[in-house]
DNA sequence: GTATCTGCAAATTTTTTGCCAGTAG
DNA sequence: CTACTGGCAAAAAATTTGCAGATAC
């Protein structure tokens, strides 16, 4: 292994650890694969690559494995209407462009949004941009009490 | 029927036939069932609020009708990594607050977000901001020839 | 040693489809 | 009339679950 797979254990490691979880090779791989591509692979995606490094594991596995890896908070979810849900391995702020006519799923940087479009234009790299989604996540006013827990910077 | 049912059905006249669409009893009721709402129902909650106007209609119906409408501009589909397809009647530029704690989602006056959570916040009525999340669509480098059609202000 | 994890296959859940009769235009 | 629609039931697609054996710690 190389010194960034080591690390990327360690980083693994420390976060399964922290939410009472155990380092198995299966989660490994499946983290591994996620922090090497800025594609924003769907969890057959996963699972197919996967199997090239692990001698086996089922799709059963990475459906799970990815749960955890969410819920630890080293790897997103992303929906779209289309097809399956797309997993992201990146946990800095940034956002997402997605291309209507191939479905790919481009990364964007940056925290907050232009100011309009032309900008936004410019910022998401060779991406002609027609529309933009904005989502808020938080607590509802009947739901204020409940709030418990961690409150994800970028949900 | 009142005089805004009246008016309900001429826009979805008008769409449904601009769109080489018949226009039918079922797809009427969809269609003012999510007009008249500020929730984001799902297709089944469509289907059990529609059986009491229509004598009778079919969920499979009742998903046709919605993909029917969502390709006429006609409404939004919504999907979030939980459970169901959440559909939206609102075609007025804004955008919504998901409840971390009951999943309810709420609409977001204005089109452009605000430069801080704090001004987030003052702007979803009484919703608790913890984050947010940005999509853009449109057509990545290798598809910018193939884009064809119109582009949604709001996709 | 023991609680957690994996793989497998079966179950669930959500959405789509094929087909024939019904209806809009 | 004739093509587009709706209902029904079956299919498909995606994800989850139960369980028994394997494994991390």
Redesign the pocket.
């Known amino acids: 292994m190389t010194e960034e797979n080591r690390s990327h254990d360690e980083v693994l ?1 420390e976060a ?2 922290e939410h ?8 490994a791989a499946v983290y591994r694969f996620l922090a090497s591509t800025d594609k924003h692979p ?3 995606d996963v699972f197919l690559a996967v199997r090239n490094d ?1 001698p ?10 990815l ?2 890896l969410v819920s630890c908070g080293l790897a997103q979810k992303l ?1 779209y209407g289309e ?3 797309r997993y992201d391995g990146r946990t800095d702020p940034h956002h997402h462009a997605r291309c209507l006519a191939c479905d790919r799923i481009v990364d964007v940087p940056g925290t907050l949004p232009s100011e309009d479009l032309e900008e936004m234009d410019r910022e998401t790299t060779q991406f002609r941009v027609t529309g933009y989604r904005l989502e808020f996540t938080g607590y509802c006013a009947s739901c204020h009490s409940e709030e418990a827990g961690t409150a994800p910077a970028l949900a």
């Open positions: 490691r399964l650890e009472g979880h155990r380092y198995t090779e299966q989660r769907t969890a057959e692990v086996v594991i089922s799709l059963a596995t990475v459906y799970k494995s749960e955890t929906t097809s399956s849900t």
